[in-house]
């Protein structure tokens, strides 16, 4: 599990929303207009009761028909409250927060409908989760994890807390919406490594990872916020992944062709360097991060030290092999080299300076006098 897993799921009160609007409609129109919607009112009750059992099942309800089941609800309360105009009730909403598990009350329609987007959100992720892990495909994980964060997007776009410590506020929704795109990225890679591209892209694959969890660790690092339930979740897991990628494209690189033996060697040992970091982060107790997560991530980098060991060795076999080679082989080298005296004539019977000959030339030499 070497991705983001939300904190949970939402729970929702028992209220029936239908059977609230009815009431508001006869508060405000009369008891005429509020039975002539009626059957209206009933079916959005029998949507918001399916919401309910689906919700109340956490993960174990992630299915297509179930988020359809959910999307029925959310479009049918959203046509009511656009054709009555029920926005705020008399009667207070209650959901429980999916980060720090407070109850969230509301006499607000709009809070409702956001509730069930960001409902909808978690089931795709776990969609998601289910693709990776279950049935092994990484390009629907990839398409579900996206979907999720349009998903936590829509929902505060419908309502929202002004507290970042609510799993409905602006900031919490976006913190999600960024680790559901970090996650579609490792979904990617994961396809990628299904379809045995060359270490070289996957090395680019992973450092495409770490720019998503920047994009995410930046979101969470407001100061406003720092005290937030999912800011303190976050921070340790980012760091976690960022490393953790970081030496995992360090290894593709030391399985690469193309670099030296030298910077292969040099990967594989930096990348061992880091795996020895967070084990002993992991081993420390304060990264705030799910225990599932925590181990899960273990095993992980376990698996991924073993391998840059294995490289390393085979690496410096490599260029063991390669110096051995080269010293029963040398290259010739004459230990008595040839020498002799440069022939420097042609250097010295250059032209002269015509000042000198124009001076001189008409002297007549010592020697030819006598």
């Known amino acids: 599990m070497t991705y983001i897993r939300l904190p949970g799921f939402k729970k929702a009160g028992k209220t029936l929303t239908g059977k609230i609007v009815y009431q508001e409609l006869e508060r405000r129109r009369g008891r005429n207009v509020a039975e002539s919607c009626v059957e209206g009112c009933q079916a959005l009750d029998g949507l918001r009761q399916t919401m309910y059992g689906i919700i109340g099942r956490g993960a174990s309800a992630a299915s297509e028909e179930n988020k359809e089941a959910l999307l029925k609800y959310c479009k049918g309360l959203k046509f009511v ?11 207070s909403i209650d959901w429980i927060d999916s980060v720090n598990g407070s109850i969230a009350k509301k006499p607000d329609l709009n809070m409702e409908e956001a ?14 989760v289910n693709a990776l892990e279950i049935d092994f495909d990484p390009l629907r994980a990839w398409k579900k994890f996206q979907s999720a964060a349009g998903y936590f997007n ?18 919490c929704c976006n913190a999600l919406s960024l ?5 579609a990225q490792i979904a990617f890679h ?17 450092m495409g990872i770490n720019q998503r969890i920047v994009a995410l660790e930046k979101a969470i690092s407001d100061p406003s916020s720092a005290t937030a339930s999912i ?37 594989a040992y930096d990348g061992q360097i880091i795996c020895i970091r967070l084990t002993r982060d992991l081993n420390s107790q304060t990264m705030h991060s799910p225990t599932e997560f925590t181990n899960d991530m273990r095993s992980a980098i376990e698996i991924l030290s073993r391998s840059l060991d294995e490289l390393r060795t085979e690496i410096e076999g490599i260029a063991s092999a390669m110096y051995e080679t080269m010293m029963e082989n040398p290259p ?12 420097i ?21 010592p020697q030819s006098r006598n």
Request: net charge neutral.
């Open 81 to 91: 409250i656009e054709k009555t105009g029920v926005v705020e009730i008399e009667e």
């Open 115 to 128: 509730a069930v987007l960001f409902s909808i959100a978690c089931l795709d992720s776990q969609l998601a």
């Open 154 to 171: 829509k929902a505060v776009e419908r309502f929202y807390f002004h507290d970042p410590d609510c799993d409905l506020s602006d900031f």
């Open 179 to 183: 680790s559901m795109l970090v996650n």
């Open 190 to 206: 994961r396809a990628a490594e299904a379809k045995n591209l060359s270490a070289e892209i996957l090395a680019k694959s992973c």
């Open 231 to 267: 800011a303190k979740l976050l921070k340790g897991t980012c760091r976690v992944l960022s490393d953790y990628y970081t030496a995992k494209a360090y290894e593709l690189q030391a399985k690469s062709e193309r670099p030296s033996l030298g910077e292969r060697l040099r990967r």
């Open 332 to 343: 010739r080298i004459d230990p008595e080299p040839k020498v002799k005296v440069a022939d």
């Open 345 to 365: 004539s042609a250097e010295l019977a250059g032209m002269i300076d015509h000042k000198i000959t124009r001076t001189f030339g008409a002297l007549t030499s």
